[in-house]
């Protein structure tokens, strides 16, 4: 158990309003990583987190902003949701391997629909 | 041409078998793997890291090839328990690019 949690665990909205899924982790571990996973992509990267306010884009960023402002907290925000955000969202965080690279550990997801 | 490639299967076999499944990369200056198994609904897990020379954990053995840019995972004595789908996927500098994910269905 990598000590991750997500909320909230599923959510259906409406076009156009905002939504703000939350990431927590237990271990006070620097890098934190938000995912979305849809049929035929596979899971792919929104955002990361460094450190506290400390955050860079991914490969599908736009339409999604983030803020770290404790160690222990990743917020992902939709500032309107749209259909295409229908999706289902992983939070992830880097934990040292003691080799050469370090390894992911993943959340629960949270499920999102946008109607 | 994707950046992490894996057949989709599904792959069926019968509890016992030995099944491989291959993972092609795109970027040749890529330097770690990891294999990833899921569950339905579920989060993907960490399975094993993928190192150059090799990483057996079990029944599960994982190889590169970077001549050939590919990463292979066997599975030996297949288990009902495996069944799942398995995501290859490249560490480039902390963000993970993943493959689309082989589904196994192993049978009684």
């Known amino acids: 158990d990598a000590g991750i949690t997500q909320s909230p665990r599923h959510k259906v909205t409406e076009t156009g309003t905002p939504v703000t899924l939350r990431c927590h982790q237990t271990e006070n571990h620097r890098y934190m990583y938000w995912y979305r996973q849809d049929p035929g992509h596979g899971l792919r990267l929104i955002h990361y987190?460094?450190?506290?306010?400390?955050?860079d884009k991914g490969e599908v960023s736009d339409g999604y902003s983030v803020s770290r402002s404790k160690t222990e907290d990743f917020l992902l925000t939709l500032e309107s949701a749209t259909s295409s955000q229908t999706s289902v969202y992983f939070c992830?965080?880097?934990?040292?391997?003691?080799?050469?690279?370090?390894?992911?550990?993943f959340g629960p997801g949270t499920r999102l629909t946008v109607l | 041409r994707k950046e992490v490639e894996q057949d989709p299967g599904p792959f069926n076999v019968p509890e016992g078998a030995t099944v491989a499944f291959n993972c092609t990369y795109s970027n040749s200056a890529s330097q770690s793997f990891f294999w990833y198994r899921q569950d339905c609904r579920k989060e993907p897990k960490l399975l094993m890291s993928?190192?150059?020379s090799g990483n057996e954990d079990g029944r599960f053995t994982a190889q590169l090839n970077r001549a050939s840019q590919y990463i292979s995972l066997l599975i030996r004595d297949s288990k009902l328990s495996d069944s799942a789908t398995y995501l290859c996927v490249n560490n480039q500098g902390g963000k993970l690019i993943f493959g689309q994910g082989t589904e196994l269905s192993v049978k009684p």
């Open positions: 987190s460094y450190g506290v306010k400390d955050t």
């Open positions: 992830a965080i880097s934990v040292p391997s003691g080799r050469a690279v370090d390894e992911q550990f």
């Open positions: 993928v190192y150059s």
